[in-house]
């Protein structure tokens, strides 16, 4: 039951509000001024900038610390964070956590699709339910984000109109700079961010867990940054990545990952490439297992057997590759005093790695086998 509190008003009037406004002015302003290039560009830059300060800074560093950040970089995201009106950063932060903490729990998850697709996608901010900020004490240690968090409507109110409005002023064209640059940019910043919490805990495929509702979907990646790989993400919410594959769409992560190049973050957390592997391999056989029916025996083993193996392929594999770390970051604190040693170690360990991953292939192949069967039984 909704409660009309001043806070749930207001949001409601400004959710409501922008968008009516959106839905009238934009159709009027295209039908009677058309549209200009210096439109679209300043629309692009500040939904871009602003967008991408929600994914890296609001979601990947304040809540989830995938990677540390300097000052600079800090600010920046709670300036432009600030102008998506989303909240502070650290309310944000907070419902976020809960989120992950309490997924698809009615009561405990801020925004839980089982409530329905607008009740998570809207409804919640509309209801503005008082909630505890009992997992942010480590936010709330940070005097930029306690700055953010007192100010955060009128620093993203100059964030988001000062620009837009010099833009305006320069062209000779506040009234059309405002309605795209300032009106529209809002709304559309509001759906996109919104459209992970509903869309991608309803549409897509579910690759590596299917113990909550979030999904991939690589539709909408290019609206959030690279947010759309959303069932990967809420199975290893403190990875700095979204999407793990090189051609996934997740500008978010390269930023993150130049960002460090420049010395601007550093302590990019990401999950090892084969426990993903694992993780996908468990759900194919979990969902094999139950096409299967009840007397197929003989399938099911020969399934277990062979997920089994490539298992323990990985295991092997990342033991090696973890010992292998180990060694590189002594060998370095050593220095290069004892190079000769160096290069037969670096053999051997090619020579190891080389048989580990032969082995993790024939494992593979034993899996598509086991598979194929397995879809033959189911059918027959
Ligand atoms: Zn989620
Ligand atoms: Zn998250």
């Known amino acids: 039951m909704f409660k009309l509190t001043p806070r749930a008003w207001l949001n409601t009037l400004f959710l409501l509000g922008t968008l009516v406004l959106a839905l009238v002015l934009v159709p009027w302003k295209l039908a009677t001024q058309g549209l200009r290039l210096s439109e679209v560009l300043v629309f692009l830059v500040m939904y871009s900038a602003i967008g991408l300060s929600i994914t890296v800074g609001y979601h990947r560093l304040f ?206 957390r990401r999950v090892p490439d084969t426990e993903i592997q694992r993780a996908k391999v468990a759900m194919e056989a979990r969902l094999l297992v139950a096409t299967l029916a009840a007397d197929a025996h003989q399938a099911k083993s020969t399934l277990e057997a062979a997920h089994a193996r490539v298992d323990a392929a990985l295991s092997a594999l990342q033991t090696r590759l973890d010992a292998w770390q180990v060694k590189k970051t002594e060998w370095k604190a050593k220095g290069h005093a004892q190079a000769e040693a160096w290069s037969v170690l670096r053999g051997e360990w090619k020579i190891q790695r080389t048989q580990l991953r032969q082995d993790l292939q024939s494992a593979w192949a034993d899996w598509r086998r086991a598979r194929q069967q397995v879809k033959r039984q189911a059918l027959a």
């Open 63 to 268: 809540s989830h610390r995938a990677f540390r950040a300097t000052w600079p970089l800090r600010l920046l995201a709670l300036l432009l964070g600030a102008a998506a009106f989303q909240n502070s950063a650290l309310a944000w932060s907070s419902d976020h956590r809960h989120h992950h903490r309490f997924v698809d729990d009615t009561e405990r998850d801020p925004y839980p699709v089982r409530k329905g697709f607008w009740y998570a996608h809207w409804l919640w901010v509309m209801e503005a339910k008082e909630r505890p900020m009992d997992s942010v004490g480590d936010l709330q240690q940070d005097p930029l984000i306690r700055w953010q968090h007192h100010y955060h409507f009128w620093i993203g109110a100059a964030v988001a109109a000062l620009p837009v409005l010099a833009v305006g002023w320069m062209t000779r064209n506040l009234i059309g700079q405002l309605v795209i640059g300032l009106l529209l940019r809002i709304v559309a910043t509001h759906h996109s961010t919104f459209l992970i919490n509903s869309a991608a805990h309803w549409f897509g495929t579910q690759p590596y867990t299917d113990t909550n509702s979030a999904r991939d979907n690589a539709f909408l990646a290019p609206l959030t940054f690279g947010e759309g790989y959303h069932n990967y993400h809420h199975m290893w919410q403190w990875d700095y990545r979204n999407g793990p594959r090189w051609y996934q769409w997740d500008p978010a992560k390269w930023l993150i990952a130049a960002a460090a190049w420049v010395g601007l973050a550093r302590g990019l």
